[in-house]
């Protein structure tokens, strides 16, 4: 491997970068980081003018979209022919993306379970699977997965007491914590490929739905060592980090970026 540049350490400049969920309340603020840092950027999803709306006016040289339905093998598999086709490589590919149904602990379908968990760690997979093919076959690569905290903490449910409406479902912590346990597994097995796969764990990141609420956002700050709710560009350096050459030598990693939330 050539000797690395200290000056250019952080520097994405040449990286394709692939991501799932790029368009939503945190992966907006995580393709502008990577874009800052000289990334292409392709967000694969399935509603352009969604793409269209978050990202106007930024560079058309460096941002893209791809339809892609995370859900959806054939889809997926299709998406990323596509991409390597068209710019030759897929650097890092950032598994951003999940759904869910279904919000009642103990009143969850067997279905809305099953789709919850699927969401999550089977969408992971599902792109982790796919994209693999084009890694090999440049001999390098790196995958990074989001979880959450409440993949590695369960909830303080007293949290929610006042704002059910809010409180998070078995089957989201769940297939989170699946999802740093499918990182483990496959840094492990694709460590000898040269294939590093990491982790980002984000903390109490509410959205606009939960910030009309100043109630519950107190109930979360006081839960969390430095006072304060995540904000979306709080996440962007972790995934720039592992995007780039300074994380070379790092896999298998679950990076956390929650305030101190799970430290107690």
Known sequence: MAPLDPASLFSLRHQVVLITGGYGHLGKAVVLGLLAHEATVVVLGRQEELFEAAFQGEDPDKLHFQACDVADSVSVRAAFVACHAQFGAIDVLINNAFYTRGSQPDQLTDEEFAFGLDGSVGSAYRCLREVLPHLRAQGRGKIINVASMYGVVAPDF?????????????????????VIQL?????????PENIQVNCVTPGAFPGSAA????????ELEQRIPLGRIGQPEDLAGAFVFLSSRAADFVTGHNLVVDGGWTIR
């Open 158 to 178: 007293a949290a929610y007491h006042a704002t059910p409406q809010f409180t998070n479902p078995p089957h989201y912590g769940a297939a989170k914590a699946g």
């Open 211 to 218: 910030q009309a609420h100043p109630g519950f956002i107190r």
């Open 183 to 191: 990182t483990k597994y496959f840094a492990s097995y694709l460590g």
